[in-house]
C-alpha cells in the first residue's frame, strides 16, 4: 500500500442498520484530512483530543486515531449521563482496497441520561482520495461536536 496522507471524500454512503426511524447517513463529500499516522480533520473540522474535548464541552472518555499505510480507525466518546447529560459515540473503521480507495464502516450513537438503549446508525462508505483543495461548505468554526460527527459517522 501507499502513504494515506492526504485529502480524502466520503462517497457511496450506505446505511446498514439503525434503530432510529429517519436515519440520516454520513454526507458524501465530506472530507477527511490524514496525515501518515492519523485523522486530522474532517470536513475542516480538528479532530484532535483537546479540539474535541473543547467542543463538546465536557472530558472524551475514550479517543483512538490509528491511521497506517492501509487502515484506518477512529473512536470518540463523551458520557454526561451521570450529570444529566448524554453518551455519544463516533467510531470508524477502514481498510485500503487500493492506493485510492478506503471502504469504511461507520457507527454513531447517542444515548440520553433517562433512555433505556441508545440511538444508532451504523453505515458504510468509501473514502476516496481527493487531489487539491476541495471548498467547505461551513465554516470549520462553526460546527459543533454534533455536526462533525453526523456529517463523517451518520445521524443518532
Same mark, same amino acid.
Given at each position: 500500500?501507499?502513504?494515506?496522507? *492526504?485529502?480524502?471524500?466520503?462517497?457511496?454512503? $450506505?446505511?446498514?442498520?439503525?434503530?432510529?426511524?429517519?436515519?440520516?447517513?454520513?454526507?458524501?463529500? /465530506?472530507? !477527511?484530512?490524514?496525515?501518515?499516522?492519523?485523522? %486530522?480533520?474532517? *470536513? *475542516? !473540522?480538528?479532530?484532535?483530543?483537546?479540539?474535541?474535548?473543547? =467542543?463538546?464541552?465536557?472530558?472524551?472518555?475514550?479517543?483512538?486515531?490509528?491511521?497506517?499505510?492501509?487502515? %484506518?480507525?477512529?473512536?470518540?466518546?463523551?458520557?454526561?449521563?451521570?450529570?444529566?447529560?448524554?453518551?455519544?459515540?463516533? =467510531?470508524?473503521?477502514?481498510? =485500503? $482496497?487500493?492506493?485510492?480507495? $478506503? %471502504?469504511?464502516?461507520?457507527?454513531?450513537?447517542?444515548?440520553?441520561?433517562? =433512555?433505556?438503549?441508545?440511538? !444508532?446508525?451504523?453505515?458504510?462508505?468509501?473514502?476516496?482520495?481527493?487531489?487539491?483543495?476541495?471548498?467547505?461548505?461551513?465554516?470549520?468554526?462553526?460546527? /459543533?461536536?454534533?455536526?462533525?460527527?453526523?456529517?463523517? !459517522? *451518520?445521524?443518532?
Amino acid at each position: 500500500m501507499t502513504d494515506m496522507a *492526504g485529502l480524502w471524500s466520503i462517497q457511496d454512503t $450506505v446505511i446498514i442498520e439503525s434503530n432510529n426511524p429517519v436515519p440520516t447517513p454520513p454526507v458524501d463529500g /465530506t472530507i !477527511f484530512e490524514l496525515d501518515p499516522t492519523r485523522i %486530522v480533520t474532517i *470536513g *475542516g !473540522f480538528d479532530v484532535s483530543p483537546g479540539a474535541l474535548a473543547q =467542543a463538546a464541552g465536557a472530558p472524551l472518555i475514550s479517543y483512538i486515531n490509528v491511521v497506517d499505510m492501509s487502515s %484506518v480507525f477512529y473512536g470518540v466518546v463523551i458520557d454526561e449521563r451521570a450529570s444529566g447529560g448524554s453518551r455519544f459515540e463516533t =467510531a470508524l473503521a477502514g481498510g =485500503a $482496497v487500493d492506493a485510492d480507495t $478506503v %471502504v469504511v464502516e461507520a457507527l454513531n450513537s447517542s444515548q440520553s441520561a433517562i =433512555a433505556a438503549f441508545p440511538s !444508532f446508525t451504523r453505515s458504510r462508505y468509501k473514502l476516496v482520495r481527493t487531489s487539491g483543495t476541495m471548498p467547505l461548505q461551513h465554516r470549520p468554526e462553526e460546527w /459543533t461536536f454534533e455536526d462533525m460527527a453526523r456529517s463523517a !459517522f *451518520g445521524g443518532f
